[in-house]
């Protein structure tokens, strides 16, 4: 898989991590927006701009709420996808999302002897990294989500992973793969703590306190989340934590009082895994004209050394 060097030389591997789709099954969310066409509008930026991820990632609110119907369609352009990146494509489920009806998307079928509602978390390996998607579509993980989590991490990264409902299932993931050396990185929707916005202070995960307890001291290198449309970055328990803006819209971060407010803004984040960190670099899928346009020096780019 291509990998890239930090500035150090460390190898590093890139990650599109998209959030937010809010698909929709007849009329465009707020009469303008077309969760799946401005998924796959990030995904033609992407490549346009050069990148070369190792593996996308979705944390959650797949569909708008009430638009299961939408979620066939979602599969398709999935697939498409990862097709198109011949990369992994790893979702997990959101607040708006249908346990059930999500059963078509791929890597989210029942778990085995389980029901159409039950949580199915799932570890994959992708390259030198183990990716833990988890489902935090009620708001908070569960006693059965958060002992699966602890009995996972303390597995070698990668000894574990091919588990759970839906895993191998995707481009570039194996049960039969080496170990993930380079340590784990954890999906979920649901932040493990509050926004700085007033109405949604309140709105990460239920139980952040108990999922913390576990993550602490592990392989966990990063935790990617969504939910509350704009970008957020926190150091919790020593992980980087990581809520990528939405694809469907951004928060006004000034609201009234009382009130939360969104604009028409989509946006992912470009994250970069290697030995020396994380990095989180939020990306607007569409901008204004350039104020100006420059060549510059490899000269003028660098610090200036004393």
């Not at 569960?142 to 990668?158: F, M, S």
């Not at 989509?266 to 990095?279: I, K, R, T």
């Given at each position: ?16 991590h ?8 007849a ?34 609110d ?7 119907a ?47 509602e ?62 993930a050396?380079?340590?784990?990185v ?12 007033p109405?949604?202070?309140?709105a ?16 966990v ?32 971060m ?10 028409d803004?989509?946006m992912?984040?470009l ?36």
């Amino acid at each position: 898989m291509p990998a890239s060097l930090s500035p150090t030389g460390s190898r590093r591997s890139t990650v599109l991590h998209l959030s937010d789709v809010h698909a929709t099954a007849a009329a465009p969310l707020y009469g303008v927006v077309d969760g799946i066409t401005r998924m796959c509008a990030a995904s033609d930026y992407a490549r346009a701009a050069g990148l070369e991820p190792e593996a996308i990632v979705i944390s959650g609110d797949l569909i708008e709420r009430g638009n299961s119907a939408a979620y066939p369609a979602l599969r398709d352009a999935l697939l498409d996808v990862e097709d198109s990146w011949g990369v992994p494509v790893l979702s997990v489920l959101g607040n708006h999302d249908d346990r059930a009806a999500a059963r078509v998307l791929p890597g989210h079928q029942a778990p085995a002897g389980g029901h159409a509602e039950d949580a199915s978390p799932r570890a994959v390996r992708v390259g030198e990294w183990r990716f833990v998607l988890l489902d935090s579509s009620t708001g908070a993980l569960g006693v059965e989500q958060l002992a699966w989590l602890e009995a996972e991490l303390k597995l070698p990264a990668g000894a574990g992973a091919g588990t759970g409902a839906g895993a191998g299932t995707g481009t570039g993931i194996s049960a039969d793969s080496p170990l993930a050396p380079s340590g784990t990185v954890v999906v979920m929707h649901h932040p493990p703590l509050g926004s700085p916005l007033p109405m949604l202070a309140r709105a990460g995960l239920r139980d952040a306190a108990d999922f913390l307890d576990i993550v602490e001291g592990t392989d966990v290198r990063a935790i990617l989340c969504g939910h509350f449309h704009h970008p957020l970055s926190a150091t919790m328990r020593g992980v980087h934590v990581s809520a990528g803006p939405a694809l469907a819209y951004h928060q006004v971060m000034d609201a009234e009082p009382g009130t939360v407010s969104g604009f028409d803004r989509s946006m992912f984040s470009l994250v970069h895994l290697s030995a020396d960190g994380v990095s989180a670099s939020s990306v607007g899928v569409e901008h204004p004209a350039p104020l100006f346009t420059l060549t510059p020096t490899l000269s003028q780019l660098s610090p200036v050394s004393s």
